[in-house]
């Protein structure tokens, strides 16, 4: 028998948060590259933004008023980050359901991609469609590498003593090897949005550098250009 307090079996997932925290960080790491990859490319063209500005665009005018005039210059903001809430939530979700039908929780994922890319060439051209497609293919990528490394599999022993004992080694290390997996997706989303984050202030800087020259003022002007 496994011992009762070992933290993970090798024929079970890994416990509920760790499940949560799966779907989460993959999904955070589909966002993160995506933003990273529209600052190079076109910087609404990061998925979340240009699901955010459809959304916009496609409320009524009513509602766009109520918004306005509730929030003011912050509405875009708080609807971001509303979509970003709602995220994270079904993210959660598919994590869970990740180690039982990891079809469906990768299908899911790929849902976001879908998304963003119809959502930005609607907008813009198909170019603006490439931090989206990236994007859905790291959610997919990362979410399954996850699910894979939280299942280890149970190696043959010839007795039941030295099945318990490989159990446990392989208990171990699956789940050494799933939080190691875990921390790096994490990074991965860290950079890809921080990198996005750092070029789109760079790209700014530079925008207001060039509303900054003007031509000087001439210390004896010409005559006008006479008529004709």
């Given at each position: 028998?496994t011992?009762?307090?070992?933290p993970?079996s090798p024929d079970?997932?890994p416990?509920?948060i760790?499940?949560i925290?799966?779907g989460?960080?993959?999904a955070?790491a ?17 998925p979340?933004?240009?699901?955010g500005s459809?959304l916009?665009?496609a ?7 109520f918004?306005?005039k509730?929030?003011?210059?912050n509405?875009k903001?708080i609807l971001?980050g509303?979509?970003a809430g709602?995220?994270?939530v079904?993210a959660?979700?598919?994590g869970i359901i ?8 990768l ?8 998304a963003?890319i ?5 907008r813009?051209s198909?170019?603006d ?7 859905g293919?790291?959610g997919?990528?990362a979410?399954?590498?996850?699910v ?10 010839s007795?039941?003593e030295?099945?318990d ?6 208990g ?25 984050i750092?070029?789109?202030r760079?790209?700014?800087a530079?925008?207001?550098a060039?509303?900054a020259?003007?031509?000087?003022t001439?210390?004896?002007p ?6 004709g």
């Open positions: 028998m011992s009762a307090t070992e993970t079970r997932p416990a509920l760790l499940r925290l799966a989460v960080v993959a955070l589909a966002v993160g590259v995506g933003h990273g990859i529209a600052a190079l490319v076109n910087p609404v063209a990061s979340i933004l240009a699901v459809t916009i665009d409320a009524p005018t009513p509602a766009k008023e918004a306005v509730t929030f003011g210059t509405d903001p971001v509303s979509i709602v995220l994270l079904f959660a979700v598919l990740a180690w039982r039908h990891e079809k469906i929780a299908a899911g994922i790929s849902l976001l991609g879908v963003g119809v959502a930005a060439v609607t813009g198909l170019v469609g490439v931090p989206s497609l990236v994007a293919i790291v997919v990528v979410l399954r590498l996850l894979r490394a939280g299942q280890p599999r149970r190696d043959r022993a007795t039941d030295d099945a004992r490989t159990s446990g080694r392989n171990g290390s699956g789940r050494r090897v799933f939080l190691l997996g875990l921390g790096a997706t994490a990074l991965l989303a860290a950079v890809g949005g921080g990198a996005g750092v070029l789109g760079v790209r700014q530079q925008s207001a060039r509303r020259i003007g031509l000087p001439p210390a004896s010409a005559t006008p250009i006479p008529s």
